[in-house]
Structures are given as structure tokens and as C-alpha cells.
């Protein structure tokens, strides 16, 4: 009988290499938020793949930034602990991409003592020589990683890498139930599902002022019954939400009613509301009740 292995697999980068878009490859669930927009994620997201004899824990991270305000604080702590539980770093960078935006976590990706696997993402972008001069430019900053190309939108190469990952992770038994797909709770995922919608369809600094915070969540056989609060910053920003007549909110609750009704496979009612919260971004205290600084 082959011995169960499982741990934690921890994938870092700057803000918009595909990290989320990889994880959600690996899981086969869209755990993690995409957008084109940079810092989609702020926190970090644990997702579980089981197999008889495996339990892989993915971990994506915010893409890592120079911290301009509390919360941006936050996420980079969430970065550091990445860094902390790993058994196998996943680095993702796309090409044409020469450094990490902070030079002590690239000091400490090159001092790792456990695999790092370096992935080149986006190569469908790509011409043949350019992907051969970032692999050696690469090698020549990281000789201990292992590089693989890869492109998570196409799927190209993400089964090697996964299979390179499973050959690498220690014997252990799994660390959380086998039908568990993630660490994060259902209101976390409405919460995510409102802010994507948000991140695709306001401009500006509007998506970044946005925490969502789902005030009821009530699940019986046939329905789901949800309401939040999308909270801003400024009264400014509650109307541009809101939109004439209400139209631009709705247009948020609609594809997100859509997009949970997929993930929880059922029916979703769900009722959105704006409320200003001043300056929640700067402030401890909201943070922590935002789930940021734990």
C-alpha cells in the first residue's frame, strides 16, 4: 500500500501572474477571484485537493507589493506566512518579468531550503526565444528552483507541475477531512463572488475602497437566502455603487446571484446594500473584523 502524503504548497509572485487562475486549475473550483485588476486577492486563500494516497493544500497569496496603507500591511503578512508552513514554493512569474517587487522575499526564495519550483507563466504570449532567454535569465538568479513553463488560462503543462509537486510532498496524514475543498467558510466565497463583480465593473479607486461583509446566510433544502453589505469608504463612492436608480447595483447582485448559484449548486436569493464606512482601509480595528490582521 502506497503511504499518504500530503502538505502545504504555497504559490507567490507580484500582483496579476496568474496566481489565482493556477490554483483554481489545481482545484478544479474557482476558489479565488479573477480579474485583470491588480491585488485581487487580499487574503490568503487555502484550497484542498484529495486523492486516495494524496492531500495537496494549495495556498494562494496576494501578489506582493511595497505596502502603501494598513490593509496593504496585512496582506503582505499573509504572504510572509506562506513562506512559513511550506513544503514546496510555487514562484510564478510571466514573462518578461525580470524581479520580484521586494527584495527581501526574493532574498528569501533564493536562501529556501525546501523545493522552489519557479513557473513562467502566460507562454501562449510568447515567442520560442524570448521563453529560452527568460528560463536562463532565471536559472542564473535561482539555481536551486526547478523551472517549468506553463500556461494556467490554457492549462498547458499544469498537470506536469501538479504531478512534479505530489513526487515532492513528504509522507503525512492528511491535515484536514478529505471532503474539504477549502479553509474558508460559504460567507467568504458570497463575499469574494460580490467583490470580483465589483472589481470587473467600477473604476478607478472604487474596487479597492469595497469590503464585502455578508450579514445573513441562510441555507435550507431548496434555497439560499443571502444578504451583504458592500461597505465604502466615502458617501461619494455609495452612489457611484448604487448607480441611477440602482441599476449598477443590480447589475452586481444579478451576475453574482449567477455565480453562486453555480457554486453552491442551488438556488440563491440575495439582497445587496451599501453602507460608508470611513477610512476602513487604515483602521485596525476594521481590519480585524474584516478578517486582515489576525
Known sequence: MQKHK?????????????????????????????TSKAQTTRHRILGIVNGDDFQVILSDTPGIIKPAYEMQNAMMDFVKSAFEDADVLLYMVEI??????????FKKIQSSKIPVLLLINKIDTSEQQVLEEQIQHWQNLLPEAEIHPISALENFNVKEVFDRILQLLPGAPPYYPKDQLTDKPERFFVNETIREKI?????????????VETEEFFEDEKIIRIRSVIMVERDTQKGIIIGHKGSALKRVGVESRKDLEKFFDKQVHIELYVKVNKNWRSNSRQLKRFGYNN
Not at 20 to 28: D, E, I, P
Open 96 to 105: 518578461g518579468e525580470k524581479a520580484l517587487k521586494d527584495e527581501a522575499f
Open 199 to 211: 472589481l470587473m465593473h467600477y473604476k478607478k479607486e472604487i474596487p479597492y475602497a469595497v469590503e
Open 6 to 34: 500530503a502538505g502545504f504548497v504555497n504559490i507567490i509572485g507580484n500582483p496579476n501572474v496568474g496566481k489565482s487562475t493556477l490554483m483554481n486549475a489545481f482545484v478544479g473550483e474557482k476558489l479565488s477571484i479573477i
